[in-house]
């Protein structure tokens, strides 16, 4: 129904901007609480990280100065939905800066009353070959 489906989204929507919030303040314990057990995060160059990588990155050199994700759709499969938007970060890795603009894909399962992050996918942002729409 389209009650569930604005549940869903709301849902969605405010995990992201709790996760966006955490990752900006390089607060992982408050990640810790939104990434689900089997968590997988992909980084801009391809890289695979655990969830307990991905909490353990702000220990060994990660800085973020500014992180919001911004135009996101969801999409509503149920107990799962997929999140697709804009990554805006101020960023550096031990020293060297990976600030931009990228796109970012999220898999967010339910879990209980909430969501829980389980996939982060940043990769690219640009338009499809050819200038099509």
Known sequence: TREVTMTAQDGVLDLVQRWAAAEATNDAAALDGLLAD???????????????????????GLVNRSFSVTDLQVRDYGTAAVGIGVLAQETSWQGTDNSGRFRVTLVAVQEGEGWRLAHVHIGPLQGPPGGAS
Request: proline fraction near 4%; charge should be positive; avoid cysteine.
């Open 38 to 60: 089997g968590f997988a995060g992909v980084g801009p160059f391809g890289f695979i990280l655990t969830r307990d990588q991905w909490l353990a990155r702000f220990a060994n």
